[in-house]
């Protein structure tokens, strides 16, 4: 069974590897790497979206599909903001700065 990708390195946007063992998000290495230092995603693969648009897919990968109109589709990861209390204000991580120009 092939192991999961790590979550470190799908939010540093950097090359892809895998964890050690099933069950694991953070391979060891990057467990380590933040542990002496906060990840620094590059803010020009984020985006503040105050109201929720177009129809995000609700599959447990990463990275999960937006369609932010029709025909157009982005990969991102959603976070929402616990201070908004109608639940609308997120933070958007986009797989690739390029995406985020969209």
Known sequence: RKLPTCHGAMLLGGAPHQVEAQGQRVCPACNTACRKAPFVVPADRVRMLSE?????????????????????????????????????LSLVLFRCAQDALL
């Open 52 to 88: 929720l648009l177009g129809v995000w897919s609700k599959a447990r990968e990463f990275y999960t599909r937006w369609e932010v109109a029709t025909g157009l589709t982005v990969y991102v990861r959603r976070y929402p903001v616990a201070a908004d209390a109608e639940g609308n």
